[in-house]
Antibody, heavy 125, light 105 residues
Framework: QLQLQESGPGLVKSSETLSLTCTVSGGPISSSTFHWGWIRQPPGKGLEWIGNIYYDGKTYYSQSLKSRVTISLDTSKKHFSLRLNSVTAADTAVYYC?????????????????WGRGTTVTVSS | EVVLTQSPGTLSLSPGESATLSCRASQTISNSYLAWYQQKRGQSPRLLMYGASSRANGIPDRFSGSGSGTDFTLTISRLEPEDFAVYYCQYYGETFGQGTRVEIK
């Protein structure tokens, strides 16, 4: 059974870079029907999509975060990563990684069907 | 960019009652890309529905989804105690609605 595990610093200083990794275990990371995403949830608030990376390496980011976000995929290490630059207190959140399943060709989506447990990141001044 | 608006913000119901949750898109979208998730307090979200009306693995049949164009609905018939949670819709694996909380009346 596929599992995802987020890892990275729980505390980041304001103006610095947040870096998280999501390790994939129990299943493949390379498939034309599996893609990988990052989602966050500020305390007491709803889910906010950050970005996705598709199996071919193409990335798509939230318009509101696009200028500060980079998502990358390392299939040899079976993980994908998130970098968020110039963080502020507004970036304090639980960060989740998830698998997005689609049919080949992306004309039908099966949703984000596997999620990590989430990791809390606090931005301190 | 598609914006999803969920209503109501909170639904107060008793176990055994039915819940109807709405997700409205800012423009016409394809059913193929509309998903629903359930999130219980302190837990990760769980996929409920995809393709607007298909249940994900292990989801009981009291959950159903419908809709097309800009208006989509998640219905939970005969609420069980474990169904009280927050529900989100999502489009294209990207944008989420702001969520609907289903709470015990």
């Amino acid at each position: 059974q596929l599992q995802l595990q987020e890892s990275g610093p729980g505390l980041v200083k304001s103006s610095e870079t947040l870096s998280l990794t999501c390790t994939v275990s129990g299943g493949p990371i390379s498939s034309s029907t599996f893609h990988w995403g990052w989602i966050r949830q500020p305390p007491g608030k709803g889910l906010e999509w950050i970005g996705n990376i598709y199996y071919d390496g193409k990335t798509y980011y939230s318009q509101s975060l696009k200028s500060r976000v980079t998502i990358s995929l390392d299939t040899s290490k079976k993980h994908f990563s998130l970098r968020l630059n110039s963080v502020t207190a507004a970036d304090t959140a639980v960060y989740y990684c998830a698998r997005l399943s689609t049919v080949q060709g992306h004309y039908y989506y099966y949703g984000m069907d596997v999620w990590g447990r989430g990791t809390t990141v606090t931005v301190s001044s | 960019e598609v914006v999803l608006t969920q209503s109501p913000g909170t639904l107060s119901l008793s176990p055994g009652e039915s819940a109807t949750l709405s997700c409205r898109a800012s423009q016409t979208i394809s059913n193929s890309y509309l998903a629903w998730y359930q999130q219980k307090r302190g837990q990760s979200p769980r996929l409920l529905m995809y393709g607007a009306s298909s249940r994900a693995n292990g989801i009981p049949d009291r959950f159903s989804g419908s809709g097309s164009g800009t208006d989509f609905t998640l219905t939970i018939s005969r609420l069980e105690p474990e169904d009280f949670a927050v529900y989100y819709c999502q489009y294209y694996g990207e944008t989420f609605g702001q969520g609907t909380r289903v709470e015990i009346k």
